[in-house]
């Protein structure tokens, strides 16, 4: 009997698009000899619709990510928790008749954001013991939450950027007071970041403190708690990291470096996804081999930290005095086949098609926390 998979893309988040051909990437290349697929889109209205698995329908035109449409057929969750040996029943309605839809195996969440990757869709699933692909409730939260991650990994010994946490209240409250400390303790650059968004949305870099109040605004559009953190100057790197098998210690890829020109101020969402501006994505990053295994020992151990499970992509600054400081770590970091992720793997000779293989092999085998 062949595994069926539920991929779960779209979601309420800012990052819908992007979850989308995210998927459009995995259902192209997933070995439909080994796996049945569910494809699930999830609306921006938050509706379960089932969607076509033709991976040409998930990519970007024109430059436009792909959208969910809220009025296809709605998927219906199980009745109830399905014991161990069973299969999870999804149902459909079609013109208001419930019909069946699948048996499912594994639920794959290619959700990037909020109602996703944060733990409340990982809940779901624990509640109706459906194994799933990645970090659980706890970690999948606390690793969403740069605030709250950053506390985590300071607490197990490891370097982060320096900051502050404002919340939107508190700035309306006492934005004198804020700006004030921040002056005295942090010097320009700042980095002003929504706690709990994803792709650089709503990140801004303030060079003088006249611009922090529309930054603070942009970065509260997406969550009303923000990080203000000092500029580190140091190599962009960011490393792969794969859960050990049978127990064993975590996988990890040689780094790769995020190299930005000069047209451009970070690594933005438009940078990322749009093409703006000049980027270069070197794998493996030219650093040197004390360096390269200081990043690799620093992922694993902020994969162990925050508990995660599955897979994971630790995003890190080298300076040029070889101190390594984590920026953040991505629970279900971007999935296409030009992925930073995907590509890092490829280079350590594990092919796109197999890294999908490997993940969901993991969680057919994972152990729920109910059970």
Known sequence: MRTTIALLFGG????????CVTAGGILAAIDRRRFDVIAIGISREGRWIHVSDDAS??????????????????????????????????????DGVVRPLAEVDVVWPLLHGAYGEDGTVQGML????????????????????????KLVLRAHGLECAPGIVV????????????????????????????????SSLGVSRVTDPSQLDLALK??????????????????????????GRDGAEPRTTLPGEVA???????????AKYFGKGTVQIQVPAALP?????????????????????????????????????????????????????PVL???????????????IEQARSRRLGSR
Not at 64 to 74: F, N, V
Not at 77 to 93: F, W
Not at 171 to 198: D, N, T
């Open 12 to 19: 309420r988040s800012g990052e819908h698009g992007i979850s």
């Open 57 to 94: 329908d998930w990519t970007m035109v024109d430059g436009r990510a792909p959208e969910i449409d809220p009025r296809g057929a709605e998927v219906l969750l199980p009745e109830s928790r399905h014991r161990p040996g069973e299969r999870a029943v999804l149902r459909t309605v079609v």
């Open 126 to 149: 624990e509640m109706l013991d459906i194994p799933y692909v990645g970090s659980g409730v706890l970690a999948s939260a606390a690793a969403m939450d740069k605030a709250a991650s």
């Open 167 to 198: 919340h939107e209240d508190r700035w309306a409250a006492g934005s004198r007071q804020v700006l004030e400390h921040l002056q005295a303790h942090h010097p320009l650059p700042w980095f002003v970041k929504p706690a709990r968004a994803g």
């Open 218 to 243: 942009e970065a509260f559009a997406e969550d009303p708690k923000v990080l203000i953190e000092e500029g580190v100057t140091g190599r962009e790197i960011e490393c792969g990291v794969l859960q």
């Open 260 to 270: 930005v020109g000069d047209d451009l101020d970070f690594y933005d969402y438009e």
């Open 289 to 341: 081999d004390r360096d390269l295994e200081e990043v690799r020992e620093t992922a694993a151990r902020a994969f162990t930290a925050l508990g995660l499970e599955g897979l994971g992509r630790v995003d890190m600054f080298v300076t040029e005095d070889h101190r390594v400081l984590i920026n953040e770590v991505n629970t279900m970091p971007g999935f296409t086949p030009y992925s930073m992720y």
């Open 345 to 359: 793997w490829e280079a350590m000779g594990l092919s796109y098609a197999d890294l999908i293989t490997d993940l």
